[in-house]
């Protein structure tokens, strides 16, 4: 999903306060058992921080690299947009939001999946519980 996103070639759109708001609202609506709107706007963020990700990983890029191929995915880019999304946890935690949801929606195979997507965005040095152990531990998804 994410060299598909990344393909497309779209450009970032939200600012830091549109960023938040969107994310608060995602939260309301799954607190409050709106688990479609919920799951659209998670959506939304994923993709949000995707084209950052490929706007951060183009500036580390040679432009002739984009001036032949706009839309060429090399090794290093998909590695420099891959470290982008680790710099913090946003993505590890939308990830985790979707999963919870896509878990009370009945789908736990779909939940497993962007469970395991959502450690492999968990930032270096951060000190989480480990989740392999909580992911065999819960047994709503094992």
């Given amino acids: 999903m994410l060299q598909k996103a990344l393909k497309r070639g779209d450009v970032s759109i939200m600012n830091a306060q549109e960023f938040q708001e969107t994310f608060d609202k995602a939260a309301f609506y799954k607190k409050n058992g709106e688990l479609i709107n919920a799951l659209a706007l998670y959506r939304e963020l994923y993709v949000e921080l995707v084209m950052e990700a490929a706007d ?3 500036c ?3 432009p002739k690299t984009y001036e032949a191929n706009p ?3 090399t090794p ?3 590695h420099n947009a891959g470290e982008y999304l ?3 946890n946003l993505m590890s935690l939308i990830l985790n939001n979707i ?3 896509l878990a009370e929606a009945g789908n736990k195979d779909l939940a497993r999946k962007y ?3 959502s450690i492999k965005y968990i930032p270096g040095g951060t000190d989480y519980p480990d989740y392999e152990m909580w992911l065999k531990d819960k047994t709503s998804l094992s």
């Fill in 56 to 58: 951060y990983a183009k």
């Fill in 60 to 62: 580390l890029e040679r």
């Fill in 71 to 73: 839309k060429a995915l």
């Fill in 76 to 78: 290093q880019f998909l």
């Fill in 86 to 88: 680790r710099s913090d």
């Fill in 99 to 101: 999963c919870v949801i």
């Fill in 115 to 117: 469970f395991k997507k």
